[in-house]
């Protein structure tokens, strides 16, 4: 008979991953709408766009890192808090 | 039907020996017409005349054959012979086909022994049957021409009946005469008959026995016997002695005495004794034997030619493995071994002439014997301009215009053939000068029979035209003449193309030989020919309008060919030895300095950039140096290579777009050797997903004075330090009033990292400093300097 502890751990291990795997698919969807973001804004013209369309800019480009440091967090916050580590 | 008509003429040959007394110890010769009681019987005619017995047979076509007939019955008692008689009677056989098989026989009509066959015609000069009757009469010993003795057992021969010589016919196609003259009778008191070894016999080891037959005659007792061997020269090598004993045939044996391998000669002197006196006899003849090694065969030609490249060869059987040296005209060659065969090949020398002598020294164990001299004729050969003598046209020189292909006619103000028959190691000369213009010159050779090989260098020229040189190998010219066109390019049509030829290493090359070729109607003809001076310069008179092949050839050298238009100037051409033994440079690296361009490692994406492979020596000699350059995926952008010596600085504009990297493949090559490197930039592709486009953005974006943080000065150095000093006292801070620091060493290396992403962002103020190394970096260094300081201090500790 398995114990409560192992049946923990394989249902944060399976949890775990299934916020990543949905955080990725995610990630797919994000990336157009950045583009059409960062077009819009005319980002890449840096030198006729206003400082706040440029800080716009810097957080739209910090969007995809930091969705990725997200879902890094839960999964890996998922596992380490299951274990009591 | 073939019928078997005997043609014979029976004479009975009635041998009466009347007195023994007068056959006493000593050989003589009788009148066969005293000895030989002679009748006829028959169709057959018999003449006596000159001491000769002839029988004339009756010629009948496909069968012949005739007989001497003895009467065996009507013969002396032999038993009671105090000699031994010796027969030897010479005979011819003549008539009939001269081409076939013959034989001699003895018969007494019922068996017959066949005593001597020849695969050759018994004709002329004839030979001599050498019969010895022993005094049993059981055998009678013949020897044709002094050759092996055959033993014959007439014991099977009827008693009572005539027994006699036949001569036959072996295709019975023919009609013979047996001619019996000069029969000599010899007697003996001893008869000495040696029977092993063989004469001329090889003997490969010492275990073997010289032995003989000792035959007494009646009333002799045997006494002793003794084996004497002798050195070619005839000194005695050693002798060897035993005693006899009986009065009858015995058979005497000796250990075999020679320990030299060599030839030697060897025979056997037997005693007896009888009433006091007494009587020896040595064997007629002493045999011939080789010790230590058989010569199996030997190869050669008996007659060459100068120049010739001649093999002889000798197989050889030995006990060890000799050495075996070859003396050819009192010189000594050293031989290749193949197993048992042994072989050395001689250019035979362009001015020996008649007789020359060799033979094989073999030496086993220290011990030397030279084998038979043979001899080899050596012809001498002559190759010049035909005469009423030498008239076998070998070589036919005729001259055209190269332009417009007319023949003209031409001088030859020099020319010297070097000629030979075999390897060309061995070789002679001719020299021949005619300045008078002809249509053709014809050389010939002798002798008419054998191929020759020409170097030739033949300088000639025609009024109007510039002097030219042939110098092309002829190979294999036969007595089948060649017709050789030889170019002319008259002064108007040609320019001076001079060629300097060097090494690897820049040292002009003499002695390059050089040949110009063009395609004239459909033949490539060679147009210009000759060597490199000592400046390693040749020039040539060629004409420019015409696409030339231009061969460069030294020994030890690669071919270079080069396809060129003949221009009115000078042109290099390197040569890069390919030998082993040229000493090699094997530092490929000294004195050579290289820079690429850009520097940087990374480059942007889609932007243009100028890529600089710039090469320089000091020392060594470049025969090309380039570079090419190709996408990560290996598509090539574009190449640029040079040719000069010392370097070259190689530039090559490309843009950054479509790929990862870009990879430049520089490379310089130095005597034949190509020292390849590569080179690669990583191309930054910024995705617009990623901190690098976040960082690379903020970065950008305080270039272009973000809220205004460059200031008014423009360079924002205020401004960037004030927000680097609050980054850097916010989070130490409010990491040490949360967590605390306990520890020099983490507070530091928290300082480094922050100051580290401080400055890849662009943050750190970069105030004009007098060093080359900008402020954030420089002030990364530091505070990662003190860092490591600090953990070593406290490791230390």
Known sequence: MKSKEGQTLALSLLTSLFVLIAGVIMLNFLLPEIDIFRTSLSCSDVSSISNGTKVLCLISDATIPYWIVLVFSLVVGGITSRLRI | MKKMFI???????????????????????????????????????????????????TPIAGQGYINITANKTLAPNFNSFSEIHTLIDSFLVSGGDLTGTYYLYLTDNTNKIIIYQSSTPLSSPGKNITEKIYPNLNKVNYSINGGSETEVDISSLSDGSSWYYGVGDIESDANVQLILNNITYTSKKILTLLDN???????????????????????????????????????????????????????????????????????????????????????????????????????????????SFETFTLNLSSLITPTILLNYDGVQYQTTRNADTYSRSLDINSSATGSKNFFWEITINDSSSNTTALSQTINPINFVLCNSTINTSYLNLTFQDEINLTSINASIPSAIFTYWIGSGNSNKTYNYINNVENSTFQFCFTPNNRSININPYIQYTSLGYQQRIFTTKLSQLSSSIYNKVLYLLSNADGVFQTYIVYSGSGTALSGVEVNATRVIGSNNVVVGSGTTDDFGSITMWLSPNFLHTVTFFKEGYPIKIKDTFPTQGTTNVFLISNESNVEPTTDYTQGVFINILPTSAYLDNGTSYNFVYNISTNYQVFQEVGFNLTYSNGSLIGSNSSTKGVGDYLTLDANTSNSSRIYMNYYYTINGTTITHQRYWIINIITGYGLTHFFSSLSNDINFNLYGILGSDGTGNFSKAFISMMILILITGILGYKYGFNSEPLVMGVLFGLVLFLNSVNLLPSPDLPMKVSFGDFLAYIIGLIALASIIREEIR
Do not use: M
């Open chain 2, 197 to 307: 070894p063989d004469d001329i016999y090889y003997q490969l080891n010492d275990g073997f026995l010289f032995n003989a037959s000792i035959t007494p005659a009646s009333g002799i007792t045997l006494s002793n016997a003794t084996l004497n061997i002798y050195n070619l020269n005839g000194s005695l090598y050693s002798t060897n002695f035993t005693t006899l004993s009986g009065t009858s045939e015995t058979y005497v044996n000796f250990n075999n005495t020679i320990h030299h391998i060599g030839s030697y000669l060897w025979n056997i002197n037997a005693c007896g004794t009888s009433g006091g006196t007494t009587y020896c006899n040595t064997a007629d003849a002493s045999r011939t034997i080789i010790f230590g090694y058989k010569i199996n065969s030997q190869t050669y030609n008996s007659s060459t030619y100068q120049t």
């Open chain 2, 7 to 57: 043609i014979a003429v029976c004479i009975t040959l009635f041998i009466s020996f009347t007195s023994a007394s007068i056959l006493d110890n000593f050989d003589t010769t009788l009148d066969t017409t005293n000895l030989w009681g002679v009748s006829t019987s028959g169709i057959h005619t018999l003449s006596t005349s000159g001491g000769q017995l002839t029988i004339f047979p």
